[in-house]
């Protein structure tokens, strides 16, 4: 993503994935200071994945993650992060605005005391948030999609839901009556980078800081769901949270990963939805309100006449033989969804490299460096032919890019599962990737590779406008 202006070394930047910086090298006056930690972690998020996958060959045999699973999970981070585009983060607005009006005292934002106190008081807040996310159906309905995947790796902690940030923020409020924002901002994005590493299956134990610290040895027995695993270990950077309040379980039995009822499927849109339209099903089903609220308010697993948070004498057996859910698909479609996915996430990557540039100038924040940009600039094709992607975008011009990821996420994920209907949507999506094209919206990462890029793409929508034919072809056959 961006150069790491504001986080310093690269040392600091991976530092910063294992929350190993110091008060002194992360402390800031204001906000607008605070560097964009998550978003320059982009490079070290890549690195890690790649020395996981050769790592995982060499312990296994066999590759720790499939081009389906792992695309699905890079797919779900991508829509994560989108609402960023066009608001600032729920949590950091709410948080800024009950400091503005409510706050009690003001700690001192150059103060370590002050800097680990916040470090305590995020991570403990972080404990609330995703124990209540498992707790409560309707923030469930959220949080399910980061443990939808049968897998446990490094792209496993990017499968992120769209959803649960408008929610999450309220449990981080109290903090807000003393802590400043900026101090908060760094550790909400420290909280968050440092459970990265922990989704992993090659780091088995770390011994003794077991005790203090979540591991991936504490963090798989969270994602498991033998009977053992649900519903534990929620802790984000310390695990003693866990030890305190009576939620840790010991990794003992095989780990089998995913939902009590696996999804199997790897549509994007459904990963992230469908859980709303099952609550909204079973709550119809019931008579009183009562019963149609309690659906919502208490458990995933309660039905009238249980306790709050229901039972598991419903959920299927684990049997340790379970097998992820993997369609067979051609290395060709393989080959062909890599390389689209590939395209679509080097638009999303201008996006926010836009947003940010957009972001720094209208602060006065030299935060990416240097390039400074006027907020109102629109999109101009001519003033910017050499340009990948022009660097600031008009809102109307944001949406329209957005709408097109969501639909290339979409369609690769039809492709992905075989849909009949995989055909019409990918032709309508090459249809939309040629018009962007032409007018410059999009252009490829290289400029050696336009020409490629170019004809990569119209053969693209030459072949699915054949298939849609073919297939409405043989519909009309089957109706005469």
């Known amino acids: 993503m961006a150069a790491a202006a504001g986080s310093g070394s690269v040392s600091r930047g991976l530092r910063a994935m294992f929350f190993m910086l110091t008060p002194n090298e992360s402390s800031f006056e204001k906000v607008e200071e605070v ?70 005292l003001e700690l001192p934002w150059d103060s370590a005391w002050t800097w680990w106190l916040t470090f305590l008081g995020v991570d403990f807040c972080y404990y609330w948030v995703h124990r209540f ?40 409020l109290p903090m807000a009556l003393a802590v400043p924002p900026s ?51 929620y802790g984000g950077i310390l695990i003693i949270w866990d030890r305190l309040f009576g939620t840790f379980a010991a990794e003992s039995d095989k780990v089998i990963y995913g939902l009590v009822f696996p999804i199997k499927t790897f549509e994007i849109l459904y990963v ?42 419903d959920n299927p057996k684990v ?4 097998i992820p859910h993997g369609p067979k698909w051609s ?16 638009t999303y990557h201008k996006l926010f490299e836009s947003k940010m540039l957009s972001s720094a100038t209208r602060c006065g924040a030299n935060i990416l460096g240097r390039h400074s940009w006027n907020s109102s600039t629109t999109l101009d094709h001519k003033e910017f032919e050499n340009e990948p992607l022009i660097p600031v975008l008009s809102q109307l011009t944001i949406f329209g890019m957005t709408s097109y990821v969501l639909l290339t996420l979409t369609s690769l994920g039809f492709i992905i599962e075989r849909r009949p209907s995989s055909a019409f949507l990918e032709t309508i999506r090459c249809v ?49």
């Not at 290395?331 to 080097?346: A, E, I, K, N, P």
């Open 133 to 172: 996310a498992h707790e409560v159906a309707i923030l469930w309905a959220a949080h399910q999609v980061h443990h939808s995947s049968e897998y446990y790796n490094l792209t496993t902690a990017l499968r992120q839901s769209l959803t649960q940030q408008f929610t999450s923020w309220i449990f981080y």
């Open 272 to 313: 992230q939805l469908h859980y709303y339209v099952y609550l909204w099903k079973r709550s119809r089903t019931y008579k009183t309100v009562s019963d149609k609220m309690s659906t919502f308010i208490k458990g995933p697993s309660w039905k009238p006449g249980k306790r709050r948070l229901g039972d598991h004498v």
């Open 432 to 480: 939309v990737m040629v018009t962007l094209m032409r007018y410059s919206y999009l252009r490829s990462p290289l400029p050696l590779l336009s020409v490629p890029t170019e004809a990569f793409v119209s053969l693209s929508l030459l072949y699915w406008a054949l298939q849609s034919f073919s297939q409405l072809l043989s519909i009309k056959k089957k109706d005469d």
């Open 35 to 104: 560097p964009q930690y998550v978003q320059q972690a982009t490079p070290y998020f890549v690195g890690l994945m790649l020395l996981e996958l050769a790592v995982g060959a060499l312990m296994t045999g066999s590759p720790v993650v499939t081009l389906s699973d792992g695309l699905t999970s890079l797919s779900a981070g991508m829509i994560s992060r989108l609402p960023l585009l066009v608001m600032r983060g729920c949590e950091l607005s709410a948080y800024q605005y009950v400091w503005d009006h409510f706050r009690l």
């Open 331 to 346: 290395l060709t479609f393989q080959v062909y969804v890599g390389l689209h996915f590939l395209l679509v996430l080097w």
């Open 183 to 233: 101090v908060f901002a760094v550790h909400i994005q420290l909280n968050l980078l440092y459970q990265f590493w922990i989704h992993t299956e090659v780091i088995r134990d770390l011994g003794p800081l077991e005790w203090i610290f979540n591991t991936p040895k504490h963090h798989r027995v969270h994602h498991g769901r033998n009977l053992y695993c649900i519903d534990k270990n």
């Open 319 to 322: 049997t340790g033989n379970e």
